[in-house]
């Protein structure tokens, strides 16, 4: 459209339009509608007005088309850059239309028809045209194209399809437990979530390493473990591509076995009685030990027996059972030879240590082990012979010997035996009609001990009158019949003579003077008497044997508390305590102890005292100075009447 010449001279004929350079109107009009223009262009247009005398052109005017959606999209083209990436380049439509602002890259799976999601993967900004689609499925078929906009609209392109790489598996899972035992576990490894290609191998690994090799089975049977022991188990599973680890592990804990390999104990502090062992938990207990056992031995040969005794080793004895890992070992014997050994346990077996070394416990008082063996020998002249011996009867515990005693019916028979190896004495034609008890002391510097009586009945004895000879050596050998009765003669004056002294000392109606239990006493101590006197013992030198117990002659003033405690039932009868001075010996059958309070009234002659098969007497006199004399006689209750016992002055 265009308006007349401002300035006309003579009217217009016509008009002349051109458009880019080409006339493409002559007309009068001043107006004209173009079609089929590209769109986004320019458009150069131009007028010639013509009269009668001649034509004029005005000035050329320029127009740009409006924009279009672009048209001529080419398919991209795709390539696989790895195993998971796809590559796609495309180049610009062929006819624009307008300003291309950007591109869309679009995805979808193939294969899933017309209903496939498509996927806006990427916009792109103009002019570049390219693309890399990464985080794919392996061995996965894909289909892309791409979209080109302006400001007006957009022009697809055909899809390209591809498909991706194999890669390693995705989702592995971890194994699954389906038994397990001390030393293995059976597994199975589930198939992953995403093979991503040809699966070609199964591996199942065991605290990060692979146990058993590779295997297409899922099966698997991890070997060698230790008992009782957690383990971390995973699978791996691999493809043409590569191996995928499962993220989860299965936890596995191995089931107890029997401990193994427990060292001996060791051994320290060693006493008399009793030392301390000391041990270690086992280098593979294979579960949780519950127990130890210490165990001892006594061992061959002992130290301090006599040669020819029978050595035998010792029962197995258990001192501690419990979990603690060392114990204060008590009760044992002096001087003797032992091992140990320990246990652990647990809920599956047990494990036993070597024997330790031998430790010997320090030397002690010796101690009885039996009584002794009285045998009754009949010859063939009519004569009998009684054998006593004791080869069995002690434990020495020491190195050091000083002798043996032996008592017949409470009197000591013969001399103190100075030979270890003696172990007997022989006594002819012993008298018949009456019970005989025989009892053994051993003395050594460690202390003594005194057997339990051992018996001759009287029934068993031939009535064939004769005189008592002592066989000391084991060689027989015997004393002549008037060396024996020259020595009971002498025994007898000094009985008188000992008698004789004590009624002829002053007489006093306190009982003043320290209170003799075989102990020592300091002067002060003897000016008055204590405010609770202690019980006396009325036992001296061995049963029968008359010797004063106010004198203290060192080893042979021998002082013993017999049992049980026998209270008086007479007036004023109160409880007592037992009191021992000197050394202490083993009680006998026949002995009892006989315990009372001074400055209390008490006829002992009217309540014997008994115990057992044996019934006490007690007997007080008085003498002319005001002193009470007590002593005792044992009667048996099948008519034995025994000696008296010292007698003990108050």
Request: glycine residues 8%.
């Amino acid at each position: 459209m265009w308006e007349e010449p401002e300035i006309v001279y003579t009217p217009i004929q016509y008009y002349l339009l051109y458009h880019n350079g080409n006339l493409i109107l002559n007309s009068t009009r001043q107006s004209m509608t173009l079609t089929g223009l590209q769109p986004f262009s320019p458009q150069t247009f131009y007028v010639v007005a013509c009269s009668e005398f001649g034509c004029s052109q005005g000035n050329s005017s320029t127009g740009l088309t409006l924009e279009d959606a672009p048209v001529g999209l080419a398919a991209p083209v795709l390539s696989v850059l790895a195993r998971r990436e796809i590559n796609v380049v495309w180049t610009a439509p062929t006819q624009l239309n307008g300003v291309i602002l950007e591109y869309i890259v679009q995805r979808r799976l193939l294969n899933q028809g017309a209903a496939a999601a498509i996927t806006d993967v990427a916009r792109v900004a103009f002019p570049t045209s390219h693309y890399t689609d990464t985080g794919l499925a392996a061995v996965t078929m894909y289909e892309y194209r791409v979209q080109a906009l302006n400001s007006v609209g957009g022009v697809n392109s055909s899809w390209t399809a591809i498909q991706t790489g194999e890669d390693a598996p995705e989702g592995v899972k971890a194994p699954e437990q389906r038994f397990i035992a001390s030393t293995y576990t059976e597994v199975f490894l589930p198939a992953p979530h995403h093979s991503n290609g040809v699966i070609t191998s199964y591996s199942l690994l065991v605290n990060g390493s692979v146990q058993g090799g590779s295997s297409i089975s899922q099966h698997f049977n991890a070997t060698g473990l230790l008992p009782f022991t957690v383990y971390s188990l995973t699978s791996s599973v691999c493809t043409r591509a590569g191996c995928s680890v499962s993220a989860d592990s299965l936890i596995v804990k191995t089931m107890e076995d029997q401990p193994l390999f427990i060292s001996p104990p060791a051994l320290s502090d060693a006493n008399e009685t009793s030392l301390t062992a000391q041990w270690a938990e086992p280098s593979e207990p294979n579960g949780i030990v519950t127990r130890y056992q210490l165990i001892s031995q006594q061992i061959c040969p002992q130290p301090g027996d006599l040669s020819g005794r029978i050595c035998q080793e010792g029962i197995e004895v258990v001192h501690f059972t419990g979990p603690a890992l060392s114990y204060f070992v008590t009760g044992l014997r002096p001087f003797t030879n032992y091992r140990f050994r320990v246990e652990a346990a647990n809920t599956v077996g047990t494990a036993v240590s070597d024997w330790s070394v031998r430790v010997t416990t320090l030397q002690g008082a010796p101690s009885v082990l039996a009584v002794p063996n009285v045998t009754l020998h009949k010859h063939s002249e009519g004569s009998v012979a009684v054998e006593i011996n004791w080869f069995y009867s002690f434990s020495y515990n020491s190195e050091q010997f000083d002798g043996y005693t032996v008592y017949q019916n409470s009197l000591l028979i013969g001399e103190v035996i100075r030979q270890k190896k003696n172990t007997s004495v022989t006594i002819l034609d012993p008298q018949p009609g009456r019970n005989h008890s025989f009892v053994v002391t051993l003395t050594t510097a460690f202390g003594s001990a005194t057997t339990p009586s051992g018996y001759l009945l009287a029934s068993v004895i031939p009535t064939i009158p004769s005189q008592t000879v002592l066989v000391q050596e084991s060689k027989t050998a015997t004393h002549e019949q008037p060396v024996f009765i020259i020595g009971m003669v002498i025994l007898a004056l000094v009985i008188l003579l000992v008698l004789f002294f004590y009624l002829s000392r002053p007489k006093s109606n306190k009982r003043n003077g320290p209170w003799h239990t075989g102990r020592s006493y300091s002067p002060a101590a003897t000016t008055s008497p204590p405010s609770t006197p202690p019980p006396v013992v009325g036992i001296g030198h061995g049963p029968g044997n008359r010797r004063k117990r106010n004198k203290t002659d060192g080893a042979n003033n021998m002082f013993w508390v017999q049992n049980p405690t026998v209270t008086p039932s007479g007036p004023g009868n109160n409880p007592h305590q037992s009191t021992t001075a000197g050394r202490q010996v083993k009680p006998t059958l026949a002995d009892t102890q006989l315990t009372y309070l001074a400055d209390q009234e008490w006829d002992p002659s009217t309540d014997p005292l008994s115990i057992a098969n044996v019934c006490y007497s007690a007997h007080a006199n008085g003498d002319a100075n005001g002193y009470d004399s007590l002593f005792v006689q044992a009667n048996t209750l099948d008519g034995f009447e025994g000696p008296p016992l010292e007698d003990t002055r108050l």
